[in-house]
């Protein structure tokens, strides 16, 4: 059980296009998913915390604005990075879980974003 | 002080030896606790998860957990040169706060051959 499955698993776009990934729980609801991103040799950084039917919470120092999230169901949340720029190449992995107290979250296979 | 420590490695081992992987947090309201693996270029697996003191097993992986002490650890009995990687440890905060994870930097084992 426990299946979160986001797409696409690559992209390749040009500086100043926009890119939409996909995060879908496969076989439980979650109301709330979270989306990551992590630099080559990093640890994870959360960006933001996706809310089903309201507005998604950021992190300190992540522009709204850029990183637009949409989570319209219980089972899907999209991140649009608007107008991206090659500092912006990274992996963005998306993760949610059932939302109780002890349920761990389980994450989606990450999608590497290369901007030329 | 960070919220959730782990010591960054790397941590060499003999195939076939234990590895013992720990971790300290800082909130004592800290409610779940959970050990995930990230191999190089690829996503988190949750390996296990624990919310009461003392040890849980599953399979060749035993959790500890030391509230008091404020202590989680992950032993690997039988290391393969597979379970090389990064471990996370992760921290699931107080009610207020109870669906986001606080994440140590993570520890990179090497089980060498």
């Known amino acids: 059980g426990a299946v979160v499955s986001q797409h696409p698993s690559w992209v390749i776009c040009k500086s100043g296009t926009s890119v939409k990934i996909e995060c879908r729980s496969l076989?439980?609801?979650?109301?709330?998913m979270f989306w990551y991103r992590q630099f080559p040799k990093q640890s994870l950084m959360l960006m933001a915390t996706?809310?089903?039917?309201?507005?998604?919470?950021?992190e300190q120092g992540v522009e709204k604005d850029k990183f637009l999230i949409n989570h319209a169901s219980l089972t899907l949340s999209t991140l649009t990075v608007t107008s991206a720029h090659p500092e912006d190449s990274s992996f963005y992995i998306c993760?949610?879980?059932?939302?109780?107290?002890?349920?761990?979250?389980?994450f989606g296979n990450g999608t590497r974003l290369t901007v030329t | 002080q960070k919220e959730v420590e782990q010591n960054s490695g790397p941590l060499s081992v003999p195939e076939g030896a234990i590895a013992s992987l720990n971790c300290t947090y800082s909130?004592?309201?800290?409610?779940?606790f959970f050990w995930y693996r990230q191999y190089s270029g690829k996503s988190p697996e949750l390996i296990m998860f624990?919310?009461s003191n003392g040890d849980k097993e599953d399979g060749r992986f035993t959790a500890q957990l030391n509230k008091a002490s404020q202590y989680v650890s992950l032993l690997i009995r039988d290391s393969q040169p597979s379970d090389s990687a990064t471990y996370l440890c992760?921290?699931?905060?107080?009610?207020?706060?109870?669906?986001?994870?606080?994440w140590g930097l993570g520890t990179s084992l090497a089980v060498n051959p």
């Open positions: 624990i919310y």
């Open positions: 909130d004592r309201g800290s409610q779940s």
């Open positions: 996706s809310n089903e039917g309201s507005k998604a919470t950021y």
């Open positions: 076989d439980f609801q979650a109301t709330t």
């Open positions: 992760a921290v699931k905060g107080n009610a207020g706060n109870n669906r986001k994870l606080i």
């Open positions: 993760s949610a879980g059932a939302g109780t107290l002890h349920s761990p979250l389980h």
